[in-house]
C-alpha cells in the first residue's frame, strides 16, 4: 500500500474535525474523495501533506510515518500538494513557479526532464513561460499549480478542487490531463466537489460526511449507489 | 555599459571622492547614514526578503556594541577583532529569542520584537550582570587600529565604515540571488505555498532572523569603535523605528532602495537643519506623502529573475 491513513483525527483548536478516518491509496491509483462543503476533504489533503497537525493517529506512505513530519519533508518523500485556490505566486513568472516546484530537487537533468514534461502536457504554459503568473487566467493558473506540483518529482500528487472557479470546457481538459498524469505513474488523490466528473475519472472513491467517511467503494459502485446518487449527483 | 552600471560607477566613485571636499561634520553624517545603510540592509534580510515584521532591530545592534565594548575595556581586546564576536553574540541572541517566535506572523511577530528591543534596553539600564554599566553606559572603547594605523577623525571612519558598507551590498547581492535568497523570496509571497512546496520555512525564517541579527552586530562593533562611548540610549524603540522606517520607505528587498532611504532618512534631517522645529514635520509629512503615491517604498523591487540559466531551454519547436 503506497499511502495509509489510520484512524486520524484532526482538530482546529478544540474542534474536532476528521473524526478517526481510515482509508489507503494503492500504487497507480486515482482515489477521490466527496463531500459536501466543511466535511473535512481538505483538511485531509492538509494533513496529508503536512500543513495541518494532526492530534492522532497515523500516516504512513510506504510505511513511513508522515505524520511525524514536516510538509517541506513531506515533499522530499514524493508527495507534493496542489492546494486549493491555487496559490501560485503571481509576482513571479511561470517558468520561475515551476522551478520552485523542484526546489527540493537537487539533480539538474531530473529538473529539466520534469519541466519538458510539464511543458508537454500543459503547452500553454512553456508559451507564457516568461509571463507573471499573476497574469493568467484562472484554468492557466491552476495548469501552473498541477505544474509545480509536479516539478517535485512526485509518487503521490494531491490534489485539492481542481476544478474550482473554472468554466466546463477547462474542467474537461484538466482532468483529462489528470489522467495522463496518473498514466505516467503517479498516483493520485482528489479532493472534488463536482462528484460526477470525478467519479468518471476515479478508480475509486470515498465519501466524507462531517469528518466521518461513510462510503467507500469503487467508483463505479458509487456512481451507482442511491445514496451517491441523490446526495451528490443531483438525483438522477 | 548599462545605465545602471554607469550610476553605479558614478555613486561608488562620487562617495569615494565626498571627503575630499566636505568638512568633519558632513563626513560625519555621511558615516552615519553609512552605518544606518549597513543596520538597514541586515534588517532588509528579516523584513525586505523574508517579510517578517520586525521592528526590534535596535536589540541585535546593541547586543553587538555592548559586546565589543565589555570585551574592549575589560579584556583590552583590539576593537576590529571583535568584530565577527560581535556578530556572533548578536546572532546567537537572535536565535535564542526568535527560535521561539518565529512561527508568529504579520503583527502579532511585530509586538514580540518591540518587546524584545525594550527588555534589552531596559537591562542595559539596570546594570545586568553589573557588566553594561548602568544608564552611564560604558566609555573608553580603544580606537580600531588598522595595519599599524589608529583610525581616529571622521575622515579615517568614512573609509572603514564604507568599506564594511561596500562589502555588506557586494556579499547581500550575492545572497538575493542564491538558493537561500530565493527561498526568503518564496516565503515572502506565500509562506504556505513555499512550505508545500519543500521549503523548510522555520528554518529558512529563523537563519534570516540569525544572519540579519549577525551583521547588525557587526555594524554595533563599529558604531562602538566610531563613539568610543555606549550607552542605552542609542537602543531605543526609535532607532528600531528608523531602521524599519529606512526599509519600509526605500524599498523593501530592494538594495538600491534601502541605501537610497538611509541617505533620506538619515541624511535629510541633517540638510533641513535650518528649519530646526518644523524639519521633523517636513519630513513626517514627506513620510504621508510617500506612502500614498509609492506604498511600496521609493525603489520597490523589480519582479525577480532569477537565473536559471543551469536548466537550458528546450529545443524550439516544440509546444510553441
Given at each position: 500500500?503506497?499511502?495509509?491513513?489510520?484512524?486520524?483525527?484532526?482538530?482546529?483548536?478544540?474542534?474536532?474535525?476528521?473524526h478517526?478516518?481510515?482509508?489507503?491509496?494503492?500504487?497507480?491509483?486515482?482515489?477521490?474523495?466527496l463531500?459536501?462543503?466543511?466535511?473535512?476533504?481538505?483538511?485531509?489533503?492538509?494533513?496529508?501533506?503536512?500543513?495541518?497537525?494532526?492530534?492522532?493517529?497515523?500516516i504512513?506512505?510506504?510505511?513511513?510515518?508522515?505524520?511525524?513530519?514536516?510538509?517541506?519533508?513531506?515533499?522530499?518523500?514524493?508527495?507534493?500538494?496542489?492546494?486549493?485556490?491555487?496559490?501560485?505566486?503571481?509576482?513571479?513568472?511561470?517558468?520561475?513557479?515551476?522551478?520552485?516546484?523542484?526546489?527540493?530537487?537537487?539533480?539538474?537533468?531530473?529538473?529539466?526532464?520534469?519541466?519538458?514534461?510539464?511543458?508537454?502536457?500543459?503547452?500553454?504554459?512553456?508559451?507564457?513561460?516568461?509571463?507573471?503568473?499573476?497574469?493568467?487566467?484562472?484554468?492557466?493558473?491552476?495548469?501552473?499549480?498541477?505544474?509545480?506540483?509536479?516539478?517535485?518529482?512526485?509518487?503521490?500528487?494531491?490534489?485539492?478542487?481542481?476544478?474550482?472557479?473554472?468554466?466546463?470546457?477547462?474542467?474537461?481538459?484538466?482532468?483529462?490531463?489528470?489522467?495522463?498524469?496518473?498514466?505516467?505513474?503517479?498516483?493520485?488523490?482528489?479532493?472534488?466537489?463536482?462528484?460526477?466528473?470525478?467519479?468518471?475519472?476515479?478508480?475509486?472513491?470515498?465519501?466524507?460526511?462531517?469528518?466521518?467517511?461513510?462510503?467507500?467503494?469503487?467508483a463505479?459502485?458509487?456512481?451507482?449507489?442511491?445514496?451517491?446518487?441523490?446526495?451528490?449527483?443531483?438525483?438522477? | 555599459?548599462?545605465?545602471?552600471?554607469?550610476?553605479n560607477?558614478?555613486?561608488?566613485?562620487?562617495?569615494?571622492?565626498?571627503?575630499?571636499?566636505?568638512?568633519?561634520?558632513?563626513?560625519?553624517?555621511?558615516?552615519?547614514?553609512?552605518?544606518?545603510?549597513?543596520?538597514?540592509?541586515?534588517?532588509?534580510?528579516?523584513?525586505?526578503?523574508?517579510?517578517?515584521?520586525?521592528?526590534?532591530?535596535?536589540?541585535?545592534?546593541?547586543?553587538?556594541?555592548?559586546?565589543?565594548?565589555?570585551?574592549?575595556?575589560?579584556?583590552?581586546?583590539?576593537?576590529?577583532?571583535?568584530?565577527?564576536l560581535?556578530?556572533?553574540?548578536?546572532?546567537?541572541?537572535?536565535?535564542?529569542?526568535?527560535?521561539?517566535?518565529?512561527?508568529?506572523?504579520?503583527?502579532?511577530?511585530?509586538i514580540?520584537?518591540?518587546?524584545?528591543?525594550?527588555?534589552?534596553?531596559?537591562?542595559l539600564?539596570?546594570?545586568?550582570?553589573?557588566?553594561?554599566?548602568?544608564?552611564?553606559?560604558?566609555?573608553?572603547?580603544?580606537?580600531?587600529?588598522?595595519f599599524?594605523?589608529?583610525?581616529?577623525?571622521?575622515?579615517?571612519?568614512?573609509?572603514?565604515?564604507?568599506?564594511?558598507?561596500?562589502?555588506?551590498?557586494?556579499?547581500?547581492?550575492?545572497?538575493?540571488?542564491?538558493?537561500?535568497?530565493?527561498?526568503?523570496?518564496?516565503?515572502?509571497?506565500?509562506?504556505?505555498?513555499?512550505?508545500?512546496?519543500?521549503?523548510?520555512?522555520?528554518?529558512?525564517?529563523l537563519?534570516?532572523?540569525?544572519?540579519?541579527?549577525?551583521?547588525?552586530?557587526?555594524?554595533?562593533?563599529?558604531?562602538?569603535?566610531?563613539?568610543?562611548?555606549?550607552?542605552?540610549?542609542?537602543?531605543?524603540?526609535?532607532?528600531?523605528?528608523?531602521?524599519?522606517?529606512?526599509?519600509?520607505?526605500?524599498?523593501?528587498?530592494?538594495?538600491?532602495?534601502?541605501?537610497?532611504?538611509?541617505?533620506?532618512i538619515?541624511?535629510?534631517?541633517?540638510?533641513?537643519?535650518?528649519?530646526?522645529?518644523?524639519?521633523?514635520?517636513?519630513?513626517?509629512?514627506?513620510?504621508?506623502?510617500?506612502?500614498?503615491?509609492?506604498?511600496?517604498?521609493?525603489?520597490?523591487?523589480?519582479?525577480?529573475?532569477?537565473?536559471?540559466?543551469?536548466?537550458?531551454?528546450?529545443?524550439?519547436?516544440?509546444?510553441?
Amino acid at each position: 500500500m503506497l499511502l495509509r491513513v489510520e484512524n486520524l483525527t484532526v482538530k482546529y483548536g478544540n474542534v474536532e474535525v476528521l473524526h478517526g478516518l481510515n482509508l489507503h491509496v494503492a500504487k497507480g491509483e486515482i482515489v477521490t474523495i466527496l463531500g459536501a462543503n466543511g466535511a473535512g476533504k481538505s483538511t485531509t489533503l492538509m494533513t496529508i501533506s503536512g500543513l495541518v497537525r494532526s492530534s492522532s493517529g497515523g500516516i504512513f506512505f510506504h510505511d513511513r510515518p508522515l505524520h511525524q513530519l514536516e510538509a517541506h519533508g513531506i515533499v522530499g518523500l514524493g508527495v507534493a500538494q496542489v492546494p486549493e485556490g491555487r496559490r501560485v505566486f503571481t509576482t513571479l513568472s511561470v517558468r520561475e513557479n515551476l522551478h520552485l516546484g523542484a526546489f527540493t530537487q537537487t539533480d539538474p537533468a531530473l529538473i529539466r526532464r520534469n519541466l519538458d514534461w510539464v511543458y508537454e502536457m500543459f503547452p500553454i504554459l512553456r508559451t507564457r513561460r516568461s509571463q507573471l503568473a499573476g497574469t493568467l487566467s484562472g484554468g492557466e493558473q491552476q495548469m501552473l499549480a498541477i505544474g509545480r506540483g509536479l516539478m517535485a518529482n512526485p509518487k503521490i500528487l494531491l490534489l485539492d478542487e481542481p476544478s474550482l472557479g473554472l468554466a466546463p470546457i477547462l474542467v474537461k481538459s484538466i482532468f483529462s490531463t489528470i489522467r495522463e498524469i496518473n498514466k505516467s505513474g503517479v498516483t493520485i488523490v482528489l479532493v472534488e466537489q463536482n462528484a460526477r466528473l470525478a467519479l468518471k475519472l476515479a478508480d475509486r472513491g470515498y465519501v466524507l460526511e462531517t469528518g466521518r467517511i461513510v462510503l467507500e467503494d469503487t467508483a463505479k459502485g458509487l456512481l451507482a449507489d442511491p445514496e451517491v446518487r441523490t446526495a451528490y449527483l443531483g438525483g438522477v | 555599459m548599462k545605465p545602471a552600471t554607469v550610476l553605479n560607477i558614478v555613486v561608488v566613485a562620487v562617495l569615494l571622492m565626498a571627503p575630499y571636499w566636505l568638512n568633519p561634520y558632513w563626513v560625519d553624517v555621511l558615516n552615519s547614514i553609512g552605518l544606518y545603510a549597513v543596520l538597514a540592509l541586515s534588517l532588509n534580510i528579516i523584513l525586505g526578503y523574508a517579510g517578517l515584521f520586525h521592528m526590534g532591530h535596535a536589540a541585535f545592534f546593541a547586543m553587538g556594541t555592548y559586546t565589543t565594548a565589555i570585551l574592549n575595556t575589560q579584556f583590552g581586546i583590539p576593537v576590529l577583532w571583535l568584530l565577527p564576536l560581535s556578530g556572533l553574540a548578536a546572532g546567537a541572541f537572535a536565535m535564542i529569542v526568535a527560535r521561539p517566535i518565529i512561527h508568529l506572523r504579520g503583527d502579532y511577530l511585530l509586538i514580540v520584537t518591540i518587546g524584545i528591543v525594550e527588555i534589552v534596553r531596559i537591562a542595559l539600564v539596570n546594570n545586568v550582570f553589573g557588566i553594561t554599566g548602568g544608564a552611564n553606559g560604558i566609555f573608553g572603547i580603544s580606537r580600531p587600529h588598522l595595519f599599524g594605523h589608529v583610525i581616529r577623525t571622521p575622515h579615517e571612519f568614512y573609509y572603514l565604515i564604507f568599506a564594511f558598507a561596500a562589502a555588506t551590498v557586494l556579499l547581500f547581492v550575492r545572497l538575493e540571488n542564491s538558493r537561500f535568497g530565493r527561498a526568503l523570496n518564496y516565503i515572502r509571497e506565500d509562506d504556505t505555498a513555499a512550505e508545500g512546496s519543500g521549503i523548510d520555512t522555520a528554518h529558512y525564517k529563523l537563519v534570516a532572523f540569525v544572519l540579519g541579527a549577525f551583521w547588525a552586530g557587526m555594524a554595533g562593533n563599529i558604531f562602538a569603535a566610531k563613539m568610543t562611548i555606549v550607552s542605552p540610549e542609542s537602543f531605543t524603540f526609535w532607532e528600531s523605528v528608523v531602521m524599519f522606517t529606512i526599509v519600509i520607505l526605500g524599498g523593501s528587498g530592494n538594495i538600491r532602495g534601502v541605501l537610497l532611504g538611509a541617505f533620506l532618512i538619515i541624511g535629510l534631517p541633517e540638510v533641513f537643519r535650518e528649519f530646526a522645529g518644523a524639519r521633523m514635520l517636513f519630513f513626517g509629512a514627506a513620510m504621508v506623502v510617500m506612502m500614498i503615491f509609492r506604498p511600496k517604498g521609493i525603489l520597490p523591487p523589480r519582479a525577480r529573475t532569477y537565473c536559471l540559466d543551469f536548466l537550458p531551454e528546450t529545443p524550439k519547436g516544440i509546444g510553441r
